[in-house]
């Protein structure tokens, strides 16, 4: 502001002291007519909007999610091959329900040995994990034929994750919802 005041006032400064009207006093020069500057009294207002002209349109980056197949695992680190019989079963109030596995001759006895021992059962997905560890082994002549896992579902809230999973694991595996 002293910059514009000084500009606006270059040209009486040229002039002696006592031709320059209502300058008598140092402390009311700028109280003169004569000396108005246009930028005194006028308030600037900004506007916060830009104008449509001068905004930008970004293109919003571009995120590729890589979408991981859900897989079923008796081994951490070993997916299982066989595709299981499932059978749902849920609560008239809908609140708890239990899913059953059963997978007959599952890949896994062929390489048991090699792997380690059971651990649980792990149904892995985008979201994450869904663990049991309900899971028993049924042999017949001395030799496993089927494993059944089970898993307890005593939330709503866990019924619909299970149900998020069985999505995506029956598109992975052309699997199809059968209502009896």
């Known amino acids: 502001m002293a910059t514009l005041r000084c500009v606006s006032l270059s040209s009486h400064l040229s002039r002696p002291r006592h031709l320059v009207s209502g300058m008598a006093s140092p402390h009311h020069r700028f109280a003169s007519p004569n000396l108005h500057s246009s930028f005194a009294g006028t308030s600037l207002r900004l506007s916060t909007e830009r104008p449509h002209a001068y905004t930008k349109t970004r293109a919003a980056p571009s995120i590729t999610k890589v979408q991981m197949v859900a897989k079923i695992q008796f081994i951490q680190g070993t997916d299982e091959q066989t595709i299981p019989d499932v059978k749902l079963t849920k609560s008239r ?10 997978f007959d001759e599952p890949s896994l006895f062929d390489s048991s040995g090699e792997l380690g021992d059971i651990t649980g059962f792990y149904m892995i997905d985008d979201e994450g994990v869904i663990q049991s560890v309900d899971v028993s082994a049924k042999f017949v002549n001395g030799k496993p034929s089927t494993i059944e ?3 307890v579902m005593r939330t709503p809230r866990d019924w619909d994750r299970f149900m998020r999973f069985m999505e995506r694991y029956s598109q992975a595996n052309g699997l199809q919802f059968v209502k009896k």
């Open 93 to 102: 109030d809908g609140t708890n329900g239990v899913a059953i596995f059963t």
């Open 149 to 151: 896992a089970k898993h």
